[in-house]
């Protein structure tokens, strides 16, 4: 049973640790989306693996068409696309063609740079990490935290947070950001920005925490 103090790891990491391909596959995803470290992305594809071979085992069952079968096929399609993963009418093979980087786009991180609400995902995941972001009413102070297809429409600037202005700072060096995203000028990072970086946190501090835990 093991140490109930130390659970296990919830994800499987790379069989072999030295690959030339694979790390420079992951680090091209790292840099894509952000992302903290290679842990993210090794969740993200246990994550996957574990929807194929449902998939997979579905698929080689003889009849799926009613019974026990039938309904796990349907649980499985079901959540699929409350994740956000698969559209309404997908079928088992749609399963098989996800890739990893369908996973990592259903991040709150990348879902509030995908509703414009940061010009970079780097300045997405600091929004996040500082408390800008909540879903709904609530505070969610995760860049991993999986986005269902019903909160998509629900992400917004925290209600108490000086970001709901259009005439605060950060807001105009964002539209000012995407303007010039528009026209192909060569952007600046905020997050390597320290006058950004700390207007942000200035406003996180005026923005009373709802919730706040999980991976940073």
Known sequence: MGEPKFSRPKFDTPSHPWKASRIEEEHGIKAQHGLKNMREIWKAKSELRRYRRQAMRLIGMVDTTEGHGKREMEDLLASLNNKGLISSDAILDDILSLGTEDILNRRLQAQVYYKGLATTIKQARQLVN???I?????KVTIPSYPVSR???EQIRYHPSS????????????IEGRKEMAE?????VDPEATPEFAEEVKNAAEQAPSVDDGGEQ
């Not at 026209?183 to 952007?187: A, C, H, P």
């Open 130 to 132: 500082h408390g800008i």
């Open 134 to 138: 909540c879903i709904g009413d609530q």
């Open 150 to 152: 019903d909160e998509e």
């Open 162 to 173: 000086e970001l709901n202005n259009p005439e605060h700072p950060i807001r105009k060096a």
């Open 183 to 187: 026209y192909n000028v060569e952007e």
